[in-house]
């Protein structure tokens, strides 16, 4: 079993930027690719990126390209989301989650991923 955790969530302006951290404890996340989502209130959670096992691939859903990048630090078990050019529709709890296969297809499908953390708030004001 691999147990996640979320930090660096807040409070920013529109504009301003952040950087989330996921640590992994227990088994370790290397080996399998890495992913983000989140959930806004009221809305379903969404898939925001993957990172593959190497780490030498990424991809994100359009709302989130260009200005997010996700990579990973196999050595200290952690995963990031670096958010720039915030805007307010990215509020939202991110989770980030380790897949169940070593392969990136159906990356944006949540039933792919087993081990999940326990979010972190982000609030992105106007």
């Known amino acids: 079993q691999v147990q996640l955790g979320e930090s660096g969530g807040g409070y920013v302006q529109t504009g301003g930027s952040l950087r989330l951290s996921c640590a992994a404890s227990?088994?370790?996340?290397?080996?399998?690719?890495l992913a983000w989502f989140r959930q806004a209130p009221g809305k379903e959670r969404e898939a925001v990126g993957v990172?593959?096992?190497?780490?030498?691939?990424?991809t994100y859903d359009d709302f989130v390209k260009g200005r997010f990048a996700i990579s990973r630090d196999d050595a200290k078990n952690t995963l990031y989301l670096q958010m720039s050019d915030l805007k307010p529709e990215d509020t939202a709890v991110y989770y980030c989650?380790?897949?169940?296969?070593?392969?990136?297809?159906?990356?944006?499908?949540?039933?792919?991923?087993?081990?999940w953390g326990q979010g972190t708030q982000v609030t992105v004001s106007s």
């Open positions: 990172i593959s096992a190497s780490g030498l691939y990424t």
């Open positions: 227990g088994r370790t996340f290397s080996g399998y690719p």
């Open positions: 989650a380790k897949k169940g296969d070593t392969y990136v297809r159906k990356w944006n499908k949540q039933e792919s991923y087993p081990y």
